[in-house]
Protein backbone atom coordinates (compact mmCIF):
# COMPACT_ATOMS: atom_id res chain seq x y z
CA UNK A 1 0.00 0.00 0.00
CA UNK A 2 1.17 3.62 -0.84
CA UNK A 3 1.95 5.76 2.60
CA UNK A 4 4.94 5.71 4.69
CA UNK A 5 5.32 3.25 7.16
CA UNK A 6 7.87 2.98 10.49
CA UNK A 7 8.88 -0.07 12.09
CA UNK A 8 8.57 -1.24 14.65
CA UNK A 9 6.18 0.27 16.34
CA UNK A 10 7.26 -0.83 19.85
CA UNK A 11 10.50 -0.97 21.11
CA UNK A 12 12.02 -1.37 24.16
CA UNK A 13 15.73 -1.07 24.32
CA UNK A 14 18.51 -1.00 27.37
CA UNK A 15 20.68 1.99 28.07
CA UNK A 16 23.71 1.56 26.02
CA UNK A 17 22.48 -0.10 23.05
CA UNK A 18 22.56 0.84 19.70
CA UNK A 19 18.68 0.95 18.09
CA UNK A 20 17.59 1.68 14.71
CA UNK A 21 13.99 2.81 13.82
CA UNK A 22 12.82 2.34 10.11
CA UNK A 23 10.89 4.81 7.91
CA UNK A 24 9.96 4.02 4.46
CA UNK A 25 7.84 5.81 2.02
CA UNK A 26 6.26 5.37 -1.36
CA UNK A 27 5.67 8.65 -2.60
CA UNK A 28 8.88 9.31 -3.58
CA UNK A 29 8.90 12.92 -1.79
CA UNK A 30 11.57 14.63 -1.95
CA UNK A 31 11.98 15.66 1.68
CA UNK A 32 11.94 13.47 4.96
CA UNK A 33 11.83 14.18 8.85
CA UNK A 34 12.53 12.71 11.62
CA UNK A 35 10.37 14.50 14.76
CA UNK A 36 10.58 13.14 18.34
CA UNK A 37 7.00 13.50 20.63
CA UNK A 38 7.21 14.17 24.33
CA UNK A 39 4.91 15.54 26.81
CA UNK A 40 4.74 19.29 27.11
CA UNK A 41 7.35 19.86 23.93
CA UNK A 42 4.98 19.00 21.09
CA UNK A 43 7.17 17.93 18.54
CA UNK A 44 10.65 18.58 17.83
CA UNK A 45 12.69 18.22 14.69
CA UNK A 46 15.42 15.54 15.37
CA UNK A 47 17.03 15.38 11.47
CA UNK A 48 15.71 16.13 7.69
CA UNK A 49 16.88 15.31 4.39
CA UNK A 50 16.00 16.95 1.10
CA UNK A 51 17.13 14.10 -0.74
CA UNK A 52 19.10 11.11 -0.98
CA UNK A 53 22.30 11.59 0.43
CA UNK A 54 21.55 15.19 1.71
CA UNK A 55 20.46 15.34 5.54
CA UNK A 56 20.59 18.07 8.06
CA UNK A 57 20.17 18.58 11.98
CA UNK A 58 17.27 19.81 13.42
CA UNK A 59 16.38 21.45 16.54
CA UNK A 60 17.35 17.54 18.79
CA UNK A 61 20.15 16.13 16.83
CA UNK A 62 22.32 15.04 19.92
CA UNK A 63 22.67 10.87 19.62
CA UNK A 64 21.30 10.21 16.68
CA UNK A 65 22.47 9.35 13.36
CA UNK A 66 20.74 9.24 9.78
CA UNK A 67 21.48 8.30 6.40
CA UNK A 68 19.52 8.27 3.50
CA UNK A 69 21.12 6.09 0.50
CA UNK A 70 17.82 5.60 -1.40
CA UNK A 71 15.19 8.60 -1.69
CA UNK A 72 12.22 5.77 0.03
CA UNK A 73 13.90 5.33 3.39
CA UNK A 74 15.19 7.47 6.29
CA UNK A 75 16.29 5.24 9.01
CA UNK A 76 17.20 7.06 12.45
CA UNK A 77 19.84 5.61 14.29
CA UNK A 78 20.12 5.96 18.50
CA UNK A 79 23.91 5.14 18.93
CA UNK A 80 24.05 4.50 22.63
CA UNK A 81 20.18 4.80 23.76
CA UNK A 82 20.10 6.60 26.95
CA UNK A 83 16.64 6.91 28.76
CA UNK A 84 15.99 11.04 28.09
CA UNK A 85 15.95 9.21 24.37
CA UNK A 86 12.30 7.29 25.43
CA UNK A 87 9.81 8.86 23.56
CA UNK A 88 7.42 8.54 20.14
CA UNK A 89 9.52 9.18 17.33
CA UNK A 90 7.63 10.01 13.92
CA UNK A 91 8.88 9.78 10.75
CA UNK A 92 7.57 12.20 8.20
CA UNK A 93 7.39 12.94 4.09
CA UNK A 94 6.96 15.75 1.78
CA UNK A 95 6.80 16.52 -1.78
CA UNK A 96 8.63 20.25 -1.77
CA UNK A 97 9.70 22.18 0.63
CA UNK A 98 6.78 23.97 2.75
CA UNK A 99 4.09 21.75 1.54
CA UNK A 100 2.20 19.29 3.93
CA UNK A 101 4.11 16.72 5.57
CA UNK A 102 2.63 13.35 5.39
CA UNK A 103 2.77 11.09 8.71
CA UNK A 104 3.91 7.36 10.11
CA UNK A 105 1.93 5.83 12.65
CA UNK A 106 5.11 6.48 14.97
CA UNK A 107 7.36 3.67 16.98
CA UNK A 108 7.16 3.65 20.96
CA UNK A 109 10.76 3.54 22.20
CA UNK A 110 11.56 2.93 25.92
CA UNK A 111 14.95 2.92 27.09
CA UNK A 112 15.27 1.05 30.48
CA UNK B 1 13.63 32.34 14.95
CA UNK B 2 10.09 31.01 13.94
CA UNK B 3 7.77 29.87 16.57
CA UNK B 4 4.24 28.48 17.09
CA UNK B 5 1.93 29.25 20.07
CA UNK B 6 -1.35 27.28 21.09
CA UNK B 7 -1.95 28.96 24.52
CA UNK B 8 -4.72 26.40 25.43
CA UNK B 9 -3.23 22.80 26.89
CA UNK B 10 -6.37 21.56 27.25
CA UNK B 11 -10.38 22.08 26.04
CA UNK B 12 -13.31 21.09 27.19
CA UNK B 13 -16.33 21.44 25.16
CA UNK B 14 -20.19 20.27 24.87
CA UNK B 15 -20.85 18.00 22.02
CA UNK B 16 -22.95 20.17 19.61
CA UNK B 17 -21.37 23.03 20.62
CA UNK B 18 -18.99 25.19 18.59
CA UNK B 19 -15.07 24.85 19.36
CA UNK B 20 -12.19 27.50 18.42
CA UNK B 21 -8.64 26.52 19.04
CA UNK B 22 -6.10 29.15 19.02
CA UNK B 23 -2.58 29.25 17.72
CA UNK B 24 -0.48 31.97 17.38
CA UNK B 25 3.04 32.20 15.18
CA UNK B 26 5.75 34.14 15.25
CA UNK B 27 7.45 35.20 11.92
CA UNK B 28 8.25 38.04 9.55
CA UNK B 29 7.32 36.84 6.11
CA UNK B 30 4.11 35.10 4.83
CA UNK B 31 3.91 31.95 6.45
CA UNK B 32 2.75 28.15 5.08
CA UNK B 33 0.42 27.04 7.88
CA UNK B 34 -0.99 24.09 8.97
CA UNK B 35 -3.67 22.34 11.22
CA UNK B 36 -2.71 19.14 12.25
CA UNK B 37 -4.88 16.26 14.52
CA UNK B 38 -3.75 13.60 16.38
CA UNK B 39 -5.81 10.69 17.67
CA UNK B 40 -4.86 8.29 20.61
CA UNK B 41 -1.87 5.90 19.27
CA UNK B 42 -1.94 7.28 16.04
CA UNK B 43 -0.04 9.21 13.72
CA UNK B 44 -0.84 13.09 12.94
CA UNK B 45 -3.80 14.03 10.12
CA UNK B 46 -3.57 16.96 7.91
CA UNK B 47 -6.90 19.29 8.73
CA UNK B 48 -5.86 22.05 6.22
CA UNK B 49 -3.55 24.53 5.23
CA UNK B 50 -3.17 27.76 4.27
CA UNK B 51 -0.27 29.11 1.42
CA UNK B 52 -1.99 32.24 0.17
CA UNK B 53 -5.59 33.75 -1.29
CA UNK B 54 -8.86 33.43 0.50
CA UNK B 55 -7.84 33.88 4.45
CA UNK B 56 -10.68 31.51 5.67
CA UNK B 57 -9.58 27.94 4.45
CA UNK B 58 -11.94 24.84 4.31
CA UNK B 59 -10.52 21.46 5.60
CA UNK B 60 -11.76 18.12 6.18
CA UNK B 61 -14.26 17.14 9.24
CA UNK B 62 -15.98 20.31 9.05
CA UNK B 63 -13.17 22.23 10.34
CA UNK B 64 -11.82 25.71 8.77
CA UNK B 65 -8.83 28.07 10.01
CA UNK B 66 -8.70 32.02 9.69
CA UNK B 67 -5.98 33.69 9.19
CA UNK B 68 -5.08 37.15 10.26
CA UNK B 69 -1.71 38.75 9.32
CA UNK B 70 -3.25 41.52 11.84
CA UNK B 71 -2.92 39.54 14.43
CA UNK B 72 -0.52 36.92 13.39
CA UNK B 73 -3.05 34.19 14.21
CA UNK B 74 -4.58 30.84 12.59
CA UNK B 75 -7.47 29.95 14.81
CA UNK B 76 -9.47 26.35 14.24
CA UNK B 77 -12.86 26.43 13.89
CA UNK B 78 -15.88 24.14 14.12
CA UNK B 79 -19.65 24.89 14.19
CA UNK B 80 -20.60 21.87 15.97
CA UNK B 81 -18.22 19.65 17.37
CA UNK B 82 -18.93 15.74 17.64
CA UNK B 83 -17.89 13.13 20.54
CA UNK B 84 -14.83 11.56 17.30
CA UNK B 85 -13.62 15.25 17.21
CA UNK B 86 -11.45 14.41 20.59
CA UNK B 87 -7.97 14.12 19.79
CA UNK B 88 -5.15 16.68 20.34
CA UNK B 89 -4.40 19.24 17.84
CA UNK B 90 -1.36 20.59 16.33
CA UNK B 91 -0.81 24.43 14.57
CA UNK B 92 2.24 24.47 12.48
CA UNK B 93 4.27 26.82 10.36
CA UNK B 94 6.80 26.34 7.56
CA UNK B 95 8.49 29.09 6.76
CA UNK B 96 9.50 30.95 3.36
CA UNK B 97 13.16 30.99 4.09
CA UNK B 98 14.02 27.95 4.27
CA UNK B 99 17.66 27.02 6.43
CA UNK B 100 18.97 27.27 10.11
CA UNK B 101 18.20 24.13 12.76
CA UNK B 102 14.70 23.79 12.72
CA UNK B 103 13.87 22.08 9.43
CA UNK B 104 10.12 22.65 7.60
CA UNK B 105 7.56 22.62 9.61
CA UNK B 106 7.52 24.28 13.61
CA UNK B 107 4.84 23.14 15.61
CA UNK B 108 3.07 24.11 18.12
CA UNK B 109 2.83 21.95 21.63
CA UNK B 110 -0.98 21.13 21.10
CA UNK B 111 -4.15 21.57 22.34
CA UNK B 112 -6.19 18.22 23.40
CA UNK B 113 -9.80 18.66 23.09
CA UNK B 114 -11.72 16.62 24.82
CA UNK B 115 -16.00 16.36 24.61
CA UNK B 116 -18.58 16.20 26.88
CA UNK B 117 -21.65 13.87 25.91
Known amino acids: DAGITQSPRYKITETGRQVTLMCHQTWSHSYMFWYRQDLGHGLRLIYYSAAADITDKGEVPDGYVVSRSKTENFPLTLESATRSQTSVYFC???????????FGQGTRLTVV | AQSVTQPDIHITVSEGASLELRCNYS??????LFWYVQSPGQGLQLLLK??????LVQGIKGFEAEFKRSQSSFNLRKPSVHWSDAAEYFCAVGALNYGGSQGNLIFGKGTKLSVKP
Open chain 1, 92 to 102: ASSEGRNTEAF
Open chain 2, 50 to 55: YFSGDT
Open chain 2, 27 to 32: YGATPY
